[in-house]
């Protein structure tokens, strides 16, 4: 069983960054696909980024690209999502989540979830 705990969330203004990190226990994160999703109020929960175990490969959103940076360290359990050039649409709930599988974006396909940071990105 993994248990997943982000933080880093917080309030920015228009075009700042941030870091999230994802800190796992339980279980090591060497073996698996990790991932961040985001949930703005009244919509469905939306794939972000993920990276192979490896940490080869990302692959991101559209609306995220040249923007955000999925990053992971194994030695230390975390996984890190930098977020640059924030935008008011950025502002959501944002989760990390554990897979073994690759490449997917659907939710359904990630078995473990952490419980989530708000990210607020003031105009």
């Known amino acids: 069983q993994v248990q997943l705990v982000e933080s880093g969330g917080g309030l920015v203004q228009d075009g700042g960054s941030l870091t999230l990190s994802c800190a796992a226990s339980?279980?090591?994160?060497?073996?698996?696909?990790m991932a961040w999703f985001r949930q703005a109020p009244g919509k469905e929960r939306e794939f972000v980024g993920g990276?192979?175990?490896?940490?080869?490969?990302?692959y991101y959103t559209e609306s995220v690209k040249g923007r955000f940076t999925i990053s992971r360290d194994n030695a230390k359990d975390t996984v890190y999502l930098q977020m640059n050039n924030l935008k008011p649409e950025d502002t959501a709930v944002y989760y990390c989540?554990?897979?073994?599988?690759?490449?997917?974006?659907?939710?359904?396909?990630?078995?473990?979830w952490g419980q989530g940071t708000q990210v607020t990105v003031s105009e």
């Open positions: 339980g279980h090591t994160l060497s073996t698996y696909t």
């Open positions: 989540a554990a897979t073994f599988l690759y490449g997917y974006t659907e939710a359904r396909n990630y078995h473990y």
């Open positions: 990276i192979r175990w490896t940490g080869s490969s990302p």
